[in-house]
């Protein structure tokens, strides 16, 4: 799809209005040439994965304290990081980040891989974390789309499709959209964008740096869009015998309990 949008006007927002956060590195030392750590990049995606930002924020801190490095949490107990974790939920991230930090220290000496493809062969990383790692700890050209990405992108274009069958749209959108030049922090723009300007609810178009590029709001939708598939509500049904019966024309069979 062809673009009017220029990466440049969301960077120019960024660099004036990036979220300040204890595992990012801002975009003036990012121009300087400092990197941020994949160790840090890794294990703040994987916290935030399910869980809001202002949640993670001091769970990262203490993880970090307790293990500076990947190699320390490699020689971790199980027990000792789903106790840290307690909280955070969705235990099954807790014992990945232990399975992935082994096999990153043994099987690449204790480095993250800087592609795609092989980042997201690993336990608990999948295709929003591995692009996520490899575009802004690696500055690769890697699409990362999440939750603030599909709103800010549906809104642009005035997507129509509901989610979650746009996704494959949003995703190819946002990837035409990805710059060479910065692909890290371009990332990292419109998931700002996305979390205090292009908000769900009320979102603050005056303040939006692509406000004149933004089709939902010149349609006056914006407040619409993205839209979402309705649910379909489970029918609730009383009786005293169901028959389930399979296409090979088995039946179920349950015994009711003596008491309930």
């Given at each position: 799809m062809k673009s009017k949008v220029k990466p440049s006007i969301l960077l120019n927002w960024y660099d004036q209005n990036a979220r300040t956060m204890p595992w990012r590195i801002g975009p003036t030392d990012r121009m300087a040439g400092i990197l941020p750590n994949p160790y840090h990049v890794w294990l703040s995606e994987i916290m935030l994965q399910q869980t809001t930002?202002?949640?993670?924020?001091?769970?990262?801190?203490?993880?970090?304290?307790?293990?500076?490095?990947?190699?320390?949490?490699?020689?971790?107990?199980?027990?000792?990081?789903?106790?840290?974790?307690?909280?955070?939920?969705?235990?099954?991230?807790?014992?990945?980040?232990?399975?992935?930090?082994?096999?990153?220290?043994?099987?690449?000496?204790?480095?993250?891989?800087?592609?795609?493809?092989?980042?997201?062969?690993?336990?608990?990383?999948?295709?929003?974390?591995?692009?996520?790692?490899?575009?802004?700890?690696?500055?690769?050209?890697?699409?990362?789309?999440?939750?603030?990405?599909?709103?800010?992108?549906?809104?642009?274009?005035?997507?129509q499709t509901p989610l979650p069958n746009s996704k494959g749209e949003i995703t190819e959108i946002a990837r035409s959209l990805t710059p060479k030049v910065r692909p890290g922090d371009y990332a990292q723009a419109v998931m700002d964008l996305?979390?205090?300007?292009?908000?769900?609810?009320?979102?603050?178009?005056?303040?939006?740096?692509?406000?004149?590029?933004?089709l939902a709001n010149k349609n006056g939708s914006?407040?619409?869009?993205?839209?979402?598939?309705?649910?379909?509500?489970?029918?609730?049904?009383?009786?005293f015998i169901y028959i389930v019966k399979r296409v090979d024309q088995a039946f179920l069979l349950e015994r009711r309990p003596a008491k309930g």
């Open positions: 930002v202002a949640t993670v924020k001091s769970y990262f801190i203490k993880f970090v304290k307790k293990w500076p490095t990947l190699e320390k949490l490699a020689q971790a107990d199980e027990n000792e990081i789903t106790g840290a974790w307690a909280g955070l939920g969705y235990y099954a991230r807790a014992r990945n980040l232990l399975r992935c930090a082994k096999i990153v220290k043994s099987e690449y000496d204790g480095k993250f891989p800087t592609d795609y493809n092989t980042l997201i062969t690993l336990p608990g990383v999948g295709p929003y974390t591995a692009g996520a790692i490899a575009a802004i700890a690696y500055d690769k050209n890697e699409v990362v789309v999440d939750g603030n990405v599909e709103r800010v992108v549906s809104r642009l274009f005035n997507i996305g979390a205090t300007v292009c908000t769900p609810v009320a979102p603050k178009c005056l303040l939006c740096p692509l406000e004149q590029q933004c914006a407040n619409l869009v993205p839209f979402k598939l309705k649910k379909k509500k489970k029918p609730t049904r009383k009786g």
